[in-house]
């Protein structure tokens, strides 16, 4: 697999993640009983986006090394991992 196809999959595995890693540690305005004239009780506190951004980061980074030793190290291709997963 070449560095072009492990950036793609880097970023889809990333934007992936970050919205699985978003909604984690979110404080709205209604938990700190807070609520700001003019918003709804559930938006956010604080911003907190850096902080699941670099989450993020750490997490696409761990699957991606994942990815690499299987496909490096053991010599798998991305077509066998794909068939692991049966079509419907």
Do not use: C, N
């Not at 540690?25 to 209604?30: C, E, F, I, W």
């Not at 938006?43 to 993020?56: I, Q």
């Not at 997490?59 to 490096?72: D, E, G, M």
């Amino acid at each position: 697999m070449s560095w072009i196809t492990f950036l793609a999959v880097f970023l889809i595995v990333w934007w992936t993640v970050l919205f699985a890693v978003l909604p984690f540690g979110l404080k709205t305005q209604d938990d700190d009983k807070d609520v700001t004239l003019g918003t709804v009780a559930s938006a956010p506190r604080g911003p907190h986006v850096l902080r699941a951004m670099a989450w993020t980061t750490v997490i696409a980074l761990s699957i991606l090394a994942v990815l690499y030793w299987l496909t490096r190290g053991l010599g798998y291709s991305l077509d066998d991992l794909l068939a692991l997963f049966p079509k419907p």
